[in-house]
């Protein structure tokens, strides 16, 4: 079975400012996919970015970085550069080759830009 | 070019009807998935289908719920007997290739009375 686990249920960053939300996760597949969604208040599950387990290099994608860390099993979101509109909620999922490619989610972080 | 796209947006029912929620995936992605979302918590798998056969069903809560995709397209989530338990919203995704990114549609907000 998969697991996500997201323990930052709400953080705040300065306009202007980088921050990292964390996520690790748990699978016994070798093969997996790590991803990251942002989810307004409209309620759209926006795709950001995504890290293959076997990937050298973290995923980067404009403002967003995928800092990837295999042997701690954590796959933390970075946004450099915080804007008001990147206030959000962010999950972090997982899908393996043995898992017909469902997502698994985390519980999410509530993300708030303060000006 | 189109996202996915669900119908309807919202739907209010009341205990114990059937209702029927659509998905229109991105055209030429071979891969569909429902997913469902209760307040304050992260999506959670139903059903996949690799073109128009179910892969994997094993997300479905019980024997009410039901998901079809005839023509390897648009596809039907179907709940009968519908409880106040099943509200939620009901997120439908597609993916071009297993493994890769899932693109999501807005969802229907589902309100049972």
């Known amino acids: 079975a998969q697991k996500i686990t997201q323990t930052q249920p709400g953080m705040f960053v300065q306009e202007k400012e980088a921050v990292t939300l964390d996520c690790t996760y748990d699978?016994?597949?070798?093969?997996?996919?790590l991803f990251w969604y942002k989810q307004p208040s409209s309620g759209e599950m926006i795709f950001l970015i995504y890290?293959?387990?076997?990937?050298?290099q973290n995923a980067t994608e404009g403002r967003y970085s995928l800092n990837f860390q295999k042997a701690r099993k954590s796959a933390n979101l970075v946004i450099s550069a915080s804007q008001l509109g990147d206030s959000a909620m962010y999950f972090c999922?997982?899908?393996?080759?043995?898992?017909?490619?469902?997502?698994?989610f985390g519980s999410g972080t509530q993300l708030t830009v303060l000006p | 070019g189109a996202g996915v796209s669900q119908t309807p947006s919202n739907k209010v029912t009341e205990k114990g009807k059937y209702v029927e929620l659509r998905c229109d995936p991105i055209?030429?992605?071979?891969?569909l998935y429902w997913y469902r979302q209760s307040l304050g918590q992260g999506p959670e798998f139903l059903i996949y289908?690799?073109?128009?056969?179910?892969?994997?069903d094993s997300g479905l809560p019980n024997d009410r719920f039901f998901a079809v995709r005839p023509e390897g397209s648009v596809s039907t989530l179907k709940i009968q007997r519908t409880e106040r338990g099943d509200s939620a919203v009901y997120l439908c995704?597609?993916?071009?290739?297993?493994?890769?990114?899932?693109?999501f549609g807005p969802g229907t907000r589902l309100t049972v009375l």
């Open positions: 999922a997982m899908s393996t080759s043995g898992s017909a490619r469902q997502l698994t």
């Open positions: 699978t016994s597949d070798q093969s997996y996919g």
């Open positions: 289908f690799q073109g128009t056969g179910a892969a994997d």
């Open positions: 890290q293959g387990s076997y990937d050298e």
């Open positions: 055209s030429g992605h071979t891969a």
């Open positions: 995704a597609s993916s071009l290739r297993p493994l890769y990114e899932q693109f």
